[in-house]
Structures are given as structure tokens and as C-alpha cells.
């Protein structure tokens, strides 16, 4: 007996300003995997950003992770694959295809690896562990990693606290956005991001949101990353004149966040949206929620091969 898997997958935001490699948050926008049992490898690609999903099996992420996990002995698979994530915008797009196939893998085959597993699987093929984290737990993720385990704490995040999302048309090529950090930093700025760090957290245990607008600072990354991202400052003082508590960039970009009230963030996104367009560049617009779970499995239905 086969299985046949829908896993749905949402899309995170790393960093968050202070939280450099160490904070995400998930986010309802969600991309899907369906595998299921066919004569031959193959994947299909559908939703708004169909054109982004590789179909080639040994470049497809979800499909290689999925493989990873699958036993040997495994007859061929069809992937289909609907992505609702905007590709190369620093919104876990990858983390979350990597989940969703080792996801599929484990319930499918019944391997019994339990999340912890999971995640230092995910972390190794990914590369890092802040996006995976947040795609495989849901909520807001902080994670720490050492050379034998990923420690990774869910923090329930508040529900009156709404997201707005502005993705820029450009892109920005993680590993570039990397080779543009420094190898060191100074004292003074590994204390100001440690207490910003310190600070966010404490802001959102304590409903004091207004300490949200220094705890979103950062000088590890963002300083160093803004010129690939043209719009991450004038976007970040849009959306604090119109009355975010804190915006940062998303992962490496070029996707900025706000955290705001909710009744403000269509004015944020409007806003942000503008200071976009005024810095040259198109943009799209989200507003979403907070995903409390990571993978949600669609169905699950046994086939006779």
C-alpha cells in the first residue's frame, strides 16, 4: 500500500530587524505539495507563481527533499506543486518546499521522525534553520544551533497585531545578500541588536508594541543590505509615519514587513506600496495573518499501486 499527500506549507519571514539567522514568523500564504504514485517522475506546476516551479526533478526542492526521506525502494512519484509564495522575495518560499517534501516523505511511508528530526533534516538542506523552523512549527520561532542539535522555541504571537507585506520587483540573490555581510562587527552593535533582540520579545509578551519601533532596528544586516534593497528604508519610514509599530526587511529581501495595529495596515501597505512606486519600482501587496501550525496535511488517501 502507496500513500497519495497533500501537504500545504506557509511562507516565513526571517530576521524580523533584531533577530538576525535566529527569529521567523510564519505566515498564511501558503504553498502545497501533492505527491502521489505514477509510471515516472514528473512534476506539474500550478497557482500564481506556477512559472517559478522547477520541473526538473533533481532541481525541484520539494521534490529532492521528498526523495531524501523516501526509502529506495519507492516506485516513481508525481509532484504537483501550486505556488502561492512570491519566489526569490525573502518569504521562506524554499524553506517551505524543502518542509513540505520531508513532510510528505514521513507521513507517506510512515518513517516515525518526529519534528525534531525533521528540522535538523530541513536545516541541512536548506543551509540555515530560522525559515525551516517557522515553516515546520508555525507561529514566531526562535531557534538556536549547535553543532549536534537545532533548539527552536514556538512563541504564540499576538492576534492583535496585523502583517503587511510589500514585495518589490526586483530580486535580491541570497548568497549575494550574504557575501555583503561583514566578517566581524563591533561591540557596540552586537549590544544594540542583542538588546533590540531582548526587547522585541519582551514587547510582545507585555502588549507594549510601541517598543516595537526600536526593537525592529537592527545593525547586523540591514545597514549592509540596503543597497540591494532600494526600497527597505523608504518603505520602513512609510509604514512607521502611518502607524506601524515596526518594519524590517524580510530575510534578505527584497520583501519588507510591517507589524502594525490592525485597522492601520491597509493605510501601512498603501503607504509602503507608494514609497515603492516613488523609489521606482512596481510592488505587490499583502496583508496576512500569523500562521499558528506549520505543514497542514490537505488528505491523505491510500492508493493500491
Not at 49 to 75: E, I, S
Not at 90 to 103: H, M
Not at 158 to 174: E, F, K, Q, W
Request: hydrophobic share 45%; with cysteine; aromatic share 6%.
Amino acid at each position: 500500500m502507496t500513500k497519495r499527500i497533500h501537504v500545504s506549507v506557509p511562507a516565513s519571514s526571517a530576521n524580523l530587524g533584531c533577530g538576525f539567522d535566529t527569529y521567523a514568523l510564519a505566515l498564511e500564504l501558503r504553498d502545497s505539495y501533492l505527491f502521489e504514485p505514477a509510471s515516472h517522475d514528473a512534476i506539474e506546476a500550478n497557482g500564481k507563481f506556477k512559472n517559478h516551479v522547477p520541473r526538473d526533478v533533481f532541481r525541484n526542492l520539494a521534490f529532492r527533499a521528498f526523495r531524501t526521506l523516501a526509502p529506495t525502494t519507492a516506485g516513481p512519484y508525481l509532484l504537483k506543486a501550486t505556488r502561492h509564495i512570491p519566489p526569490q522575495g525573502g518569504l521562506g518560499g524554499s524553506a517551505g518546499a524543502i518542509v513540505g517534501g520531508l513532510v510528505a516523505a514521513n507521513i507517506a511511508f510512515q518513517l516515525g521522525h518526529d519534528t525534531q528530526e525533521l528540522l535538523w533534516k530541513a536545516a541541512e538542506l536548506e543551509g540555515h534553520a530560522d525559515n525551516v523552523a517557522a515553516a515546520l512549527l508555525g507561529q514566531l520561532v526562535v531557534n538556536v544551533r549547535t553543532d549536534q542539535e537545532i533548539h527552536a522555541a514556538q512563541i504564540p504571537f499576538p492576534d492583535d497585531i496585523g502583517i503587511c507585506l510589500i514585495v518589490p520587483s526586483y530580486r535580491v540573490a541570497t548568497t549575494k545578500a550574504r557575501l555583503d555581510l561583514p566578517s566581524t562587527v563591533t561591540l557596540e552593535d552586537a549590544i544594540a541588536n542583542l538588546g533590540r533582540a531582548s526587547l522585541f520579545l519582551a514587547a510582545l509578551q507585555t502588549s507594549r508594541y510601541e517598543l516595537l519601533a526600536l526593537a525592529t532596528e537592527d545593525f547586523l544586516h540591514q545597514p549592509y543590505r540596503a543597497e540591494l534593497n532600494p526600497v527597505l528604508f523608504p518603505c520602513i519610514r512609510a509604514a512607521m509615519d502611518k502607524g506601524a509599530y515596526g518594519s524590517a526587511l524580510s530575510g534578505s529581501g527584497p520583501t519588507v514587513i510591517a507589524l502594525a495595529p490592525p485597522d492601520h495596515v491597509m493605510r501601512v501597505a498603501g503607504a509602503m506600496a507608494d514609497a515603492a512606486t516613488e523609489s521606482g519600482f512596481s510592488c505587490e501587496t499583502y496583508v496576512v495573518k500569523v500562521a499558528d501550525q506549520g505543514p497542514i496535511t490537505v488528505n491523505v488517501a491510500d492508493q493500491k499501486p
